[in-house]
């Protein structure tokens, strides 16, 4: 009698579950299109009302042009001078590029060193420490002497910037592993190479992509430092020679390639990251959200 009536309550229960999952149907999953609008929309929206609020105050000649051009005046002189334009923002995208990839594999190379050796990490750390506080426009014209008036100087202070960055978020990636997992992976034949490649370094990339994202935004800082101290060229070169001749409106528009740089060299690593790690909690998406809360 009593195994009847379980049954019997199981069956309601099944029947019951059955019904609601019919009367509520799964969340369509979001387009991507849909689910980046949703997480950009407020930006943009106050990106609008920044440019409107800029357009108000040179239009109704709050602020002297010479202080502060209008929108129309700074992209018209993008328009006009295009050509300009581009070739100085290739010559800063190439510093930057290049001096970030130095910096990840360096600063990844000695996160690993500093984790594999406590020794080797109370020696360097504070090094990095003292190299990251002195200011970097303070050291750059020294890189001009010892490396001249090329690319070298640029691409060193763009290392400098992000190299710090990657160290830090590096070594709390790769200390953030249970060690109890690394134990287990000993205790099962696993080489250090083959523990490092298969959980260590995975479970590192949350941390360590943060980190570039921070990284890449410095070096482009880091490269235009290193123009404005020794360069004939890239947009450091446009803003000093700009500042020059008070033409604030080719000021602001290589102020504005600048951030264009950062954004979508950010715009990268983001996607690099819901790539690599989509099983990270911070890349689960509302969707997902909305099916445990229903559960």
Do not use: C
Request: proline letters at 5%; hydrophobic letters at 55%; zero cysteines.
């Amino acid at each position: 009698m009593t195994q009847l009536t379980r049954d019997s309550t199981t069956s309601s229960t099944d029947a019951s579950a059955g019904a609601l999952a019919r009367r509520s149907p799964a969340p369509r999953a979001e387009s991507g299109v849909l689910r980046l609008w949703r997480s950009s929309w407020r930006a943009l929206a106050f990106l609008a009302v920044a440019a409107v609020a800029w357009w108000l105050v040179t239009a109704r000649g709050w602020v002297q042009p010479y202080i502060l051009p209008s929108p129309g005046e700074t992209f018209g002189n993008l328009v006009e001078y295009t050509p300009y334009f581009l070739q100085h923002t290739w010559i800063t995208t190439y510093e930057t590029v290049l001096g970030f990839l130095i910096a990840v594999v360096l600063g990844e190379l000695v996160a690993i060193l500093m984790v594999r050796s406590k020794n080797l990490e109370l020696t360097i750390y504070p090094i990095i420490l003292v190299a990251q506080v002195i200011p970097k426009i303070a050291i750059a014209p020294l890189f001009v002497v010892w490396l001249g008036f090329g690319m070298g100087p640029k691409i060193t202070v763009a290392v400098l910037m992000a190299f710090f960055p990657i160290v830090i978020s590096g070594l709390a990636g790769l200390r953030s592993v249970d060690p109890e997992i690394l134990d287990l992976a000993k205790t099962m034949g696993a080489s250090k190479i083959k523990t490092f490649a298969k959980i260590q370094f995975p479970a590192s990339l949350p941390q360590l992509l943060s980190g570039m994202k921070v990284a890449a935004t410095l070096a482009v800082t880091g490269a235009v430092v290193g123009e404005f101290v020794g360069g004939n060229e890239g947009l450091g070169y446009v803003i000093l020679r700009a500042n020059g001749n008070m033409d604030t409106a080719t000021l602001f528009a290589a102020l504005l390639i600048m951030s264009a740089i950062g954004i979508v060299l950010f715009a990268i690593i983001q996607l690099a990251e819901n790539l690599l790690i989509p099983w990270h909690a911070s890349r689960r998406s509302d969707g997902s959200s909305a099916v445990v809360a229903q559960a």
